[in-house]
């Protein structure tokens, strides 16, 4: 089992980008989803997290109308508009999967996609 997250680059603030994290492999559920992300010298925080139902929360730094979380099944996406310098971070996606019927759920995380917001 394994996340791909893409989506990552440079962009210029005020503007866009879409990251997208795939699972891959055989599992039987993937529970609930999300995006973290950790900027230079900083600790790992939560953007944002969807259960497999379609109920979104975000972390208390971020407000919902700038960044959207998005799901379609094993795929989870973000939408990130009016970006700012401030949101220059690796974001990594996590999922919690059940990989058989009869297992619990684990935490699996994608290998991080460098988002740069400069001019």
């Known amino acids: 089992v394994q996340l791909q997250a893409s989506g990552g680059g440079l962009v210029q603030p005020g503007g866009s980008l879409r990251l997208s994290c795939v699972v891959s492999?055989?599992?039987?559920?993937?529970?609930?989803m999300g995006w973290y992300r950790q900027a230079p010298g900083k600790q790992r925080e939560v953007v944002a997290t969807i259960t497999d139902d379609g109920s979104k929360n975000y972390g208390v730094s971020f407000v919902e109308d700038r960044f959207t979380i998005s799901r379609d099944k094993n795929t989870v996406y973000l939408q990130m508009n009016s970006l700012e310098p401030e949101d220059t971070a690796v974001y990594y996606c996590?999922?919690?999967?059940?990989?058989?019927?009869?297992?619990?759920?684990?935490?699996?995380w994608g290998q991080g996609t460098l988002v740069t917001v400069s001019s």
């Open positions: 996590n999922a919690a999967i059940e990989q058989f019927p009869w297992s619990y759920e684990s935490p699996y």
């Open positions: 492999g055989s599992i039987f559920r993937a529970n609930i």
